[in-house]
């Protein structure tokens, strides 16, 4: 069934799970520079000339690629299969994944070539390759597309399902992928208005202040981008996994909801330092920062209620024996409860970025890659691992490689990032050990560091290993001789409650109106400000690299 | 009857709940105290 919508979704995945092969695979040399072990000048035949071209390769094939096409054909997929109804402008959704391609090639040749050693956040005035800013925006446009053939699905199932409540997986991805396209309205601005004329020599200069805006705006956001279809996995999906039903639907609703409201007007905590940014917005944005962590701490409670419920399900007693019964011989169940089990410590560290004085100490140091190893490095992309090891052998009709390497996979991840984040968290907040920097020859590294590093180093290569593992599934699965006897279905957790949720949890109106709203309050005084402040006078550095 | 009560109150997610709420205060906590003891503000 859905035959077409199958192939796409394989091929985002493909494209995505490539990308994440070359970026993963820099992550575990990084680490290994930081300890003294700088295997790069070993590697100038395969075209890599620094650590910085590594990290910026590591972080933008990770973060950027692999997210963004991972996201966009797991939810299209999971939009079809949730409506049971196939998408009706197909080509849109293919010139979508074409437009992600091209993007993706135009961006990758200069970042290959060591003309865009920028990293993922681009901050000018380091200037890359225009073609790396023109690809990117290429992945970005391509998203919107795939977005709206999403849309298009949606709006013709409500028009031959009049008065119907839509289904939540449904409801969640499309308010995920709204989310997206209002929040990259402030990368499309800083990319279409500053950088690129910019890069492209069709001005002289660039204003620093305004473009780190423009990005936070969209910055914050795209966290939200790759949490979400994770979310869509933890509320729709894996109650059923764990042979339960989801606690309540209705808040699952909301949470989706509240995340399209409160996701955007944050950016500003990502610029606490910024000298140019007054500091009462800063504030502003501290306060909705905070007021995140209310659909989080509901998603806490809701998804463990959810898993409770599959664990007494399946015979467990007492206040926590039911953790004991859930199915922690399932692969894709264990991968992504792991998941959650890391992001729980990724929220607290986020907590601790979003507090003005605490962020002034950890802002530039390895607490911050700490963070968001255990974020989209754990939460997300250890979930979507855990989503691929159903999701992949329903795509390609063959049973999945081996059980056995999946849960040491799963493991395996969950260790290595424990060791690595643990490390890096200790090394910035108590030594203020630089992020970003290689620290293998930098003269005041200090020895007291040496153990915290050892520790980080000894976690990458673990994640290396458990990154091979699952490669080695993913390629086991797609190339074997066997076929699926009976089809895999995609999972979907039933609600406890049958009766449906409140009408205002399935209205958009409201909700798109209050998100707009909120956006110009917190935002618009801010970029006034600025743009009637513009300087458009720094030049661009390209030769520092 | 109680049996479904019992279903629909997860005592175990609101410890666990409780726990994580405490090792926020306890995580968030520390950090502030080694930010102190690091002199930053001093």
């Known amino acids: 069934m859905y035959a077409g919508t199958k192939k796409l979704t394989g091929w985002y995945l493909g494209v995505g799970m490539v990308a994440l092969f070359i970026g993963g695979a820099l992550g575990p040399l990084q680490k290994l520079e930081h300890v003294g072990i700088n295997v790069y000048p070993a590697l100038t035949n395969v075209g890599l000339n620094s650590y910085y071209q590594g990290l910026t390769i590591h972080g933008v094939l990770n973060v950027l690629v692999w997210t963004t096409f991972f996201i966009v054909g797991f939810l299209t997929f999971a939009n079809v299969h949730s409506l049971k109804r196939d998408l009706t402008h197909p080509k849109l959704n293919w010139a979508s994944l074409i437009i992600m391609i091209v993007g993706l090639v135009m961006a990758a040749v200069p970042v290959l070539l060591n003309l865009a050693t920028v990293l993922f956040t681009f901050y000018p005035p380091l200037m890359a390759s225009p073609y790396y800013y023109i690809g990117l925006t290429l992945v970005v446009i391509g998203s919107w597309v795939g977005g709206w053939g999403m849309f298009l699905t949606y709006r013709a199932w409500r028009k031959e399902n009049p008065g119907v409540q839509t289904p939540l997986i449904a409801l969640a991805s499309n308010i995920t992928m709204a989310m997206w396209q209002i929040a990259t309205v402030g990368i499309a601005a800083e990319m279409l208005w500053l950088i690129i004329p910019w890069s492209l020599g069709l001005v002289d200069g660039i204003d620093p202040q305004l473009a780190r805006t423009f990005f936070w705006f969209t910055g914050h956001p795209i966290v939200y981008f790759w949490l979400l279809p994770a979310y869509v996995a933890w509320y729709g999906m894996v109650p059923q996994q764990a042979g339960g039903k989801l606690f309540s639907e209705p808040m699952a609703r909301l949470v989706f909801w509240l995340f399209l409201l409160l996701s955007i007007p944050v950016g500003l905590h990502h610029q606490y330092l910024d000298p140019s940014v007054p500091q009462g917005w800063k504030v502003v944005h501290a306060v909705l920062t905070y007021s995140l962590f209310i659909p989080s701490l509901l998603t806490a409670f809701n998804v463990i209620a959810s898993l409770e419920l599959g664990g007494r399900a399946r015979g467990g007693t007492g206040l926590l024996g039911w953790i004991r019964t859930l199915p922690w011989d399932n692969p894709s169940f264990t991968a992504q409860n792991l998941a959650m089990i890391l992001f729980a410590f990724g929220g607290i560290g986020g907590l601790t970025n979003a507090s003005y004085n605490l962020n002034l100490v950890i802002h530039n140091t390895m607490w911050v890659p700490g963070h968001f190893h255990l974020t989209v490095g754990s939460g997300v992309t250890l979930t979507f691992f855990g989503i691929a090891y159903w999701l992949v052998p329903k795509l390609a009709n063959k049973p999945l490689f081996s059980n056995k390497v999946a849960l040491w996979q799963s493991w395996t991840w969950f260790v290595g990032m424990l060791l690595m984040s643990n490390g890096l968290h200790i090394l910035g907040l108590n030594f203020g050990s630089p992020r970003r920097t290689m620290l293998g020859v930098a003269p005041y590294a200090s020895a007291d560091w040496q153990p915290l590093l050892i520790e980080a180093a000894l976690g990458g290569i673990i994640l290396g290993v458990s990154g091979l593992l699952f490669y080695t599934n993913m390629l086991g699965t797609v190339f074997s001789k066997k076929t699926l006897t009976e089809e895999i279905e995609m999972p979907v957790a039933e609600p406890l409650e049958a009766h449906p949720a409140p009408a205002w949890l399935d209205s958009w109106r409201p909700w798109v109106v209050a998100t707009l709203v909120l956006i110009v309050v917190s935002y618009g005084p801010i970029l006034v400000y600025l743009i009637s402040n513009l300087n458009l006078t720094s030049p661009g550095f390209n030769k520092l690299w | ?42």
């Open chain 2, 1 to 42: 009857m109680d049996k479904d009560k019992k279903y629909k109150a997860p005592q175990g997610t609101v410890a666990l709940v409780i726990l994580y709420i405490l090792l926020i205060i306890a995580l968030w906590g520390s950090a502030y105290l080694t930010m102190l003891a690091r002199g930053v503000t001093g």
